[in-house]
């Protein structure tokens, strides 16, 4: 079996910074993608950061120069700093990671339960 937990949302106001953790756990072999999406009320499920196991980051155009995200691969972790956060960044976010639970077997995407981001303007 196989968990994200995630942590570190809450309420921040317009400007502020947030810092968001998933740690995943369990009977893993491998982790390659360990990715951050987003879901804002009334809208389809969005990518935000992605990283590789080998730390490779890619990111959407409108967190780009005010979200970072990193992985300590020792301790299963990914994070999101995210600074200068706006109202329009305001949703539940959510880890996914690519996970191989067995040498050459075969990796599947588990999602962690969602964390609730919210700035106030």
């Known amino acids: 079996q196989v968990q994200l937990v995630e942590s570190g949302g809450g309420l921040v106001q317009a400007g502020g910074s947030l810092r968001l953790s998933c740690a995943a756990s369990?009977?893993?072999?491998?982790?390659?993608?360990m990715d951050w999406y987003r879901q804002a009320p009334g809208k389809q499920r969005e990518l935000v950061a992605a990283?590789?196991?080998?730390?490779?980051?890619n990111y959407a155009d409108s967190v780009k120069g005010r979200f970072t995200i990193s992985r300590d691969n020792a301790k299963k972790t990914v994070y999101l700093q995210m600074n200068s956060l706006k109202s329009e960044d305001t949703a539940v976010y959510y880890c996914n990671a690519r996970i191989a639970t067995v040498s050459g077997g075969y990796e599947y995407d588990y999602w962690g339960q969602g964390t609730q981001v919210t700035v106030s303007s």
């Open positions: 369990g009977n893993i072999f491998s982790i390659n993608a």
């Open positions: 990283t590789t196991s080998g730390g490779s980051t």
